[in-house]
């Protein structure tokens, strides 16, 4: 399970751990916080994570989710089998 923060961690908090690394600040809390919220505020991430996170929810703003109607797993061995079945019990469909 993923959370919203792990959808702006590569473009976030990544680089602000290699800049604090490469600055070797003496108050490495202080220095990754600060920076944090500043790159937080110039990414104007609290109205992107609104639209995002709507997006994910709802779907697109037209009303078209190309993803709305599948209802299928992935298994590593058949590729896609259906959804909504409990496979436990039973043999896989393949």
Request: proline residues 3%.
């Amino acid at each position: 399970m993923y959370d919203v923060a792990d959808l702006y961690k590569a473009e976030l908090a990544i680089p602000a751990a290699f800049d604090a690394a490469a600055a070797d600040p003496s108050d490495v809390g202080g220095h990754v916080r600060r920076d944090m919220r500043d790159r937080m505020y110039r990414a104007r991430l609290l109205e992107r994570c609104v639209k995002d996170v709507r997006q994910l929810l709802v779907g697109d703003e037209a009303g078209e989710d190309e993803w709305a109607d599948v209802v299928s797993l992935w298994d590593g061995r058949c590729g896609s089998v259906a959804g909504g079945v409990g496979y436990g019990d039973r043999a896989a469909p393949f």
